[in-house]
């Protein structure tokens, strides 16, 4: 029974998503990048124009050495980010959210409201803005609040208590599913 009273009920709403695919994109591109580099080190003679033929084997190899490990690892990392699913849960009890491994009910008892924050790049005429990052923001009703969910709020932002999200469209899907659940809660 105690199982029951720690699980989303079958009708709650479910909200998945991955993180990472930037990271493996950029790795993949590393990867092809060294595979260049190895490439002028394995074959000079068809690649590099006379002029460079003797040096170009020395240059290969080192950039092969150089770039070739740090994109392997990175894309093992990628690979590992972009396997792992973050779920969002929400039905009539509150926000059920599973990030990095860690699980954790918001009530809806602890919340005043809660708000979407779309991404937004920095302003092109002030130079000291900085990109406002996807997040949901939450607006509880005691200060407590931070100090019970600490395992799942961003570490950078205790002043307003929020979750970073990958994007626009994952924000978007997670505020329909509360405003279909709570409709008075959003901001």
Request: charged letters at 20%; glycine letters at 10%.
């Amino acid at each position: 029974m105690q199982a029951e009273l720690w699980a989303p009920s079958d009708s709650a709403r479910r909200v998945s998503y991955r993180e990472g695919w930037g990271l493996l994109a950029g790795m993949l591109f590393l990867l092809a990048f060294a595979g260049l580099f190895l490439a002028v080190a394995l074959f000079p003679d068809e690649i590099v124009t006379r002029k460079g033929r003797d040096f170009a084997p020395y240059v290969g190899w080192f950039f092969t050495v150089l770039f070739g490990p740090l994109a392997l690892i990175g894309g093992i990392g990628g690979i590992g980010m972009v396997a792992q699913i973050h779920r969002v849960f929400v039905d009539e009890r509150g926000l059920w959210l599973r990030v990095h491994g860690k699980t954790d009910l918001v009530s809806w008892s602890e919340l005043n409201a809660i708000h979407g924050q779309l991404p937004q790049p920095k302003a092109e005429d002030d130079p000291h803005s900085k990109p406002v990052p996807a997040a949901l923001l939450f607006h509880p009703v005691d200060d407590g609040f931070v100090g019970r969910h600490a395992q799942i709020l961003d570490k950078q932002q205790w002043e307003t208590p929020q979750i970073a999200l990958p994007g626009k469209s994952v924000v978007q899907r997670i505020t329909r599913a509360v405003s279909e659940v709570r409709p008075g809660l959003l901001r």
